[in-house]
């Protein structure tokens, strides 16, 4: 069993920071590529960041310049640092992962999701 806990969401005023953390637990044998997607109200779910196994990054053109994603591979754990908030990035966020099970079999999985609210 594998699961991905998300947390770090919260409600922060517009200009502020969050940092959201996805730690990955159980039986793991590698993850890699990890994602981080959010859905608003009425919308669908957008890529929002994604980082491979070596840290190669990639941003959706909305959040470029102020969203950095990292990840600790000894902690099996993902970071997406969110500066320069805006109400637009108003969501629930998730991480998503690419993870090889001690079996060998190689799944994906989704966190439960965190809420993030910019607001004055």
């Known amino acids: 069993q594998v699961q991905l806990v998300e947390s770090g969401g919260g409600l922060v005023q517009p200009g502020g920071s969050l940092r959201l953390s996805c730690a990955a637990s159980?039986?793991?044998?590698?993850?890699?590529?990890m994602g981080w997607y959010r859905q608003a109200p009425g919308k669908q779910r957008e890529l929002v960041a994604s980082i491979t196994s070596d840290g190669m990054t990639n941003y959706a053109d909305s959040v470029k310049g102020r969203f950095t994603a990292s990840r600790d591979n000894a902690k099996n754990t993902g970071y997406l640092q969110m500066n320069s908030l805006k109400p637009e990035d108003t969501a629930v966020y998730y991480c998503?992962?690419?993870?090889?099970?001690?079996?060998?079999?190689?799944?994906?999985?989704w966190g439960q999701g965190t809420q993030v609210t910019v607001s004055s």
């Open positions: 998503n992962a690419d993870i090889r099970a001690i079996s060998k079999r190689l799944y994906n999985y």
């Open positions: 159980g039986s793991i044998f590698s993850i890699y590529a």
